[in-house]
């Protein structure tokens, strides 16, 4: 089986240059055989007619020799009507009125007739092998002053013939047919290779490209137009796979030297703390052992965070989109921070009117629970947190503002990386760990949306997600 498939696999030059030769010898013999047909049909009749217009001329020349009142002509003269009827393949016999025949050129000269006819039939039947064709006679009345004075008969090979030189035309004819036949057909295969070559060399580069995104080279574009839909089509799917991979890649080693960077340097001071305890130089008191317990802890926390962080990356790469209404997301999380917000005094302003999105409704949910617990968490109690959501052109805008501890200008580059905290979240104490908004960026670039910051230390800080609508 696998081997017959790999049989059946031929280019698609093979296959297109194939298509067109069948194409060409479909159309090509059609044309042939229908204008053979029509043509010898013509031929045919053209042939019938000017049969009976080289017997009328017999009997003209015949009519012609006979006297004014009928009398009959000289042998010598008939004779030579009837070896010029002969080189026409016709056989001249005339009668006189009481049917005595007076003249007959087979009689004459038998070896000519005979020859003459054997070469019509054998002319028709070459042509024609199932020519239903015999000896025919027809017969004239030569007529003087209104008075029939004798018959003319023709004898010949009927129903028609075709003489010598109407089967070369016959012939030349068909060549010319059959050339033009064959220069169809040499387009055609020629078409064929050019077409198949325009169509499988974009097909190759985008081959050629997938070849090294397969290879880990990410950061090239196909930017080329193929002229053909469905090329194009496919050369964006690829330049979209090679974004998605990149930006993969560009997150993984992001995560890898964030998480390096978050470790190397506990584990530095656990490491001279430790080593100071063994050569004496530190006092080993249960109070520095307790304190190396308690960082060991926060280390192994934050890898069992790392680990959530990378699930649940993984897990925002794979949006299940609908359409819901972003109020009706945002209402249900504000109502589950009710008592922490009652008791800490903030207000929260949900956003007038409903907004559809096109859009993850369980990570949306994430997205605002986060970007609402940092609000609550960084704002001091009696604060004003506002959540709303609205259509700004092609995209619709979620904004979460508070009027919290706002962020630092050097800091707001940084607050998206996993990890991240800024020294004033941990003077706070939340209890935060940085990988909140990494997870908002990870979702938000999922749907194709953006997410930016505006803050002002002291005064307050503006999140703002936008996602594209998709009509
Ligand atoms: P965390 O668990 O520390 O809150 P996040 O990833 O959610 O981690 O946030 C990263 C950092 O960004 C926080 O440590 C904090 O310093 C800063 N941040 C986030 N949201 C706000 C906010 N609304 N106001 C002030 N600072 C914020």
New binding site residues.
């Given amino acids: 089986m696998d081997e017959e498939r790999k049989h059946m696999n031929v280019s698609l030059k093979f296959k297109l240059t194939l298509s067109y030769v069948l194409l060409a010898l479909i159309l090509v013999s059609s044309f042939l055989f229908v204008s053979n047909y029509v043509l010898e049909k013509k031929f045919q009749t053209y042939i019938v007619h000017t049969q009976e217009k080289k017997n009328q001329d017999i009997v003209h020349l015949v009519t012609e020799e006979f006297g004014e009142n009928g009398e009959f002509p000289d042998m010598e003269i008939l004779k030579s009507i009837g070896n010029t009827a002969v080189t026409q393949g016709l056989i001249l016999m005339v009668s006189d009125v009481k049917d005595n025949q007076l003249f007959c050129m087979s009689t004459l000269d038998s070896r000519v007739c005979d020859n003459m006819l054997e070469s019509m039939r054998s002319n028709m039947a070459g042509r024609y092998p199932h020519f239903d064709g015999k000896y025919v006679e027809k017969d004239y009345d030569v007529v003087k002053k209104n008075k029939k004075v004798a018959t003319v008969t023709l004898g010949y090979y009927g129903p028609y013939f075709y003489n010598n030189e109407d089967i070369q035309f016959i012939e030349i004819l068909n060549k010319i047919f059959i050339g033009i036949g064959l220069i169809f057909l040499i387009i055609a295969i020629f078409l064929g290779m050019y077409m198949a070559d325009r169509m499988s060399l974009p097909i190759k580069k985008v081959i050629k490209k997938t070849r090294q995104i397969e290879g880990g080279n990410y950061t090239e574009r196909l930017d080329f137009d193929s002229g053909t839909i469905e090329i194009n089509q496919l050369i964006q799917s690829v330049n979209r796979l090679a974004s998605s991979l990149e930006g993969q890649q560009l997150s993984q080693k992001r995560m890898a030297k964030d998480y390096a960077h978050e470790l190397r340097t506990p584990l530095a001071a656990l490491q001279s703390t430790l080593e100071a305890m063994i050569d004496g130089v530190l006092e080993n008191t249960p109070e520095r052992l307790e304190g190396c317990r308690t960082e060991i802890l926060r280390l192994t926390r934050m890898l069992a965070d790392i680990d959530k962080i990378v699930q649940i990356e993984n897990d925002s790469l794979q949006v299940h989109k609908s359409r819901f209404d972003v109020l009706s997301v945002i209402r249900p999380v504000v109502s589950n921070f009710q008592q922490e917000l009652e008791s800490r005094n903030i207000r929260v302003e949900v956003g007038p009117a409903p907004c559809e999105v096109y859009a993850d409704k369980d990570k949306m949910i994430q997205v605002v629970v ?2 609402l ?3 609550i ?3 001091d109690n009696g604060g004003k947190i506002e959540i709303s959501a609205g259509k700004y052109g092609d995209w619709v805008r979620l904004t ?1 503002s ?1 009027t ?4 630092a200008a050097e ?1 707001i580059p940084n ?2 990386d ?9 003077d706070r104490n ?11 960026k990870a979702i938000v670039d999922a749907h194709g949306g953006t997410i930016e ?1 505006k ?1 002002e230390l002291g005064k ?2 503006v ?1 703002t997600v936008q996602l594209p609508l998709l009509k």
């Fill in positions: 986060n970007l617990s940092n609000a968490k960084y704002t979460v508070d919290g501890l706002g962020i800091d607050i998206f996993h990890l991240y905290r800024t020294d004033k979240s941990r939340t209890g935060g760990s940085g990988i909140g908004l990494s997870v908002v910051v803050s307050g800080s999140f």
